[in-house]
């Protein structure tokens, strides 16, 4: 049964960082591409972040573009979403999914994890 655990969520101040983590289990998780997802309050759930299976690729969306960086740990089954310069526009659901392939391109997921809240205040 495969298992994804999002953590390092919470409260902190525009300008300050959060460091997320998502640990897999149950899967040869170095085969995967995974990626980070978030879903605000009335609005569609989009892609943040997303890092293929060796590392050596990634995507960001606009928005979080030179202010999350997405990093892999295959030894650790472990995805992380490192995030400063936070922004109250930041506030959401964090997701980490597993993609259905090695790289990100084809937007098939087969899990996901629980979600983590960060709120971002003012």
């Known amino acids: 049964q495969v298992q994804l655990v999002e953590s390092g969520g919470g409260l902190v101040q525009a300008g300050g960082s959060l460091r997320l983590s998502c640990a897999a289990s149950?899967?040869?998780?170095?085969?995967?591409?995974m990626g980070w997802f978030r879903q605000a309050p009335g609005k569609e759930r989009e892609r943040v972040a997303a890092?293929?299976?060796?590392?050596?690729?990634?995507y960001y969306t606009d928005s979080v573009k030179g202010r999350f960086t997405i990093s892999r740990d295959n030894a650790k089954n472990t995805v992380y979403l490192q995030m400063n310069s936070l922004k109250p526009e930041d506030t959401a659901v964090y997701y980490c999914?597993?993609?259905?392939?090695?790289?990100?391109?084809?937007?098939?997921?087969?899990?996901w994890g629980q979600g983590t809240q960060v709120t971002v205040s003012s």
């Open positions: 999914a597993m993609y259905n392939s090695r790289t990100y391109y084809v937007l098939v997921y087969d899990y």
């Open positions: 890092i293929s299976w060796s590392g050596r690729s990634t």
């Open positions: 149950g899967r040869t998780f170095s085969n995967y591409a």
